[in-house]
């Protein structure tokens, strides 16, 4: 169990940067939708796809966590760790692979596009940096605990 708490705390940090994508910028925004190079109704189905993974991910995160907490697995710096690990490393994947290599959206259309390329990548960047230093800094065991 002993990368549960990070595994768990990735699922959380991919379903969290999901459900925010999925709200602020295809919902409230309306600057995109997963899959932009179809018809709005295949957007909007896309949508959906999208939303139900990252809630799923999100929901399984939970009770990983839950499971870890009731067996006094959880090493909280350990789980922020994973968290931010997860959230930046699905944004940077959203950001290169899914906007500039497959192209299925942009973060936005009929505007230069290189600030927001620059903030989101650059956030995402900065989330895995975080998450990443929590995890190599974090003892994965409490001290003095039974070695398995």
């Known amino acids: ?6 595994r768990s ?13 999925e709200t602020v910028f295809h919902q409230l925004l309306h600057w995109h939708h997963f899959y932009d190079r179809s018809t709005p109704t295949v957007g909007l189905v896309s949508d959906g796809i999208f939303h139900a993974v990252g809630w ?4 399984a995160g939970l009770f990983w966590f839950a499971a870890l907490r009731r067996t006094e697995a959880l090493r909280p710096r350990r789980w922020v760790g994973g968290l931010l690990t997860g ?3 699905f944004q940077l994947y ?11 959206h942009q973060i936005r259309y009929d505007v230069d596009l290189l600030p927001y390329d620059l903030t989101w990548d650059l956030v995402a960047v900065l989330l895995v940096a975080v998450g ?7 003892p994965s065991r409490r001290r003095g605990a039974a070695r398995a």
């Open 87 to 89: 959230a930046g490393g």
């Open 56 to 59: 799923f991910a999100l929901v």
């Open 1 to 6: 169990m002993r990368a549960a708490g990070a």
């Open 132 to 138: 990443v230093l929590l995890l190599v800094r974090t």
């Open 9 to 21: 705390g990735v699922l959380v940090g991919i379903g969290t940067v999901a459900f925010v994508d």
């Open 94 to 104: 959203d950001g290169t692979v899914q906007h500039k290599l497959l192209r299925l």
